[in-house]
T-cell receptor, first 114, second 113 residues
Framework: ETGVTQSPTHLIKTRGQQVTLRCSSQSGHNTVSWYQQALGQGPQFIFQYYREEENGRGNFPPRFSGLQFPNYSSELNVNALELDDSALYLC?????????????FGEGSRLTVL | AQSVAQPEDQVNVAEGNPLTVKCTYSVSGNPYLFWYVQYPNRGLQFLLKYITGDNLVKGSYGFEAEFNKSQTSFHLKKPSALVSDSALYFCAVRDGSDYKLSFGAGTTVTVRA
């Protein structure tokens, strides 16, 4: 069974640029959610995708957007990067839209904005 | 609204001593509670969860946690800590009707040999 994988692991961008982060969900999981973890803080919920549609969103501006593909993999796109976007971005998958079980996290993509 | 508080930024214990990491929560519905551990530059690893049933839940690596509804707490415990338990620990809560996890700020555990 393959776990959640994310790419790239590290990347550096400059203010104003755009970035795309990718995530492959765990086998059999149809729900993907994204979290932002700033340095020294707990993860913050960005949004969740279920069957290719966004079905929940946290307090993040519209320049944070995403996609989910038919194979349940997902992308997180961030436009007009700001310095405060520097963080570890975590993808998590789960086997249902709302379930009582735990989320399975990837290792994360560390974004540095200069 | 749902939230989690981890009142201690750091916990330091000697190897072999009991370890406790504190967590309190706030939800409007039924709480689903989780503990995760994070090692440096890594993702989150699931330790244990409380959904319903026995208030004492057992998880991975010898960890356990006790759900206390009256005190709205879900403290993580380990009877005998190991140096390898040194890591960052996160408590998280989901309102039973919600889809997102809300995390605490984390507690850094250091176990000295």
């Amino acid at each position: 069974e393959t776990g959640v994988t994310q790419s790239p692991t590290h990347l550096i961008k400059t203010r104003g640029q755009q970035v795309t982060l990718r995530c492959s969900s765990q086998s059999g999981h149809n729900t993907v959610s994204w979290y932002q973890q700033a340095l020294g803080q707990g993860p913050q919920f960005i949004f969740q995708y279920y069957r290719e549609e966004e079905n929940g969103r946290g307090n993040f501006p519209p320049r944070f957007s995403g996609l989910q593909f038919p194979n349940y993999s997902s992308e997180l796109n961030v436009n007009a990067l700001e310095l405060d976007d520097s963080a570890l971005y975590l993808c998590a998958s789960s086997p249902g839209q709302t379930n009582t079980g735990e989320l399975f996290f990837g290792e994360g993509s560390r974004l540095t904005v200069l | 609204a749902q939230s989690v508080a981890q009142p201690e930024d750091q916990v330091n214990v000697a190897e072999g001593n009991p370890l406790t990491v504190k967590c309190t929560y706030s939800v409007s519905g039924n709480p689903y509670l989780f503990w995760y551990v994070q090692y440096p530059n890594r993702g989150l690893q699931f330790l244990l969860k409380y959904i319903t049933g026995d208030n004492l839940v057992k998880g991975s690596y010898g960890f356990e946690a006790e759900f206390n509804k009256s005190q709205t707490s879900f403290h993580l415990k380990k009877p005998s800590a190991l140096v390898s338990d040194s890591a960052l620990y996160f408590c998280a809560v989901r309102d039973g009707s919600d889809y997102k996890l809300s995390f605490g700020a984390g507690t850094t555990v250091t176990v000295r040999a």
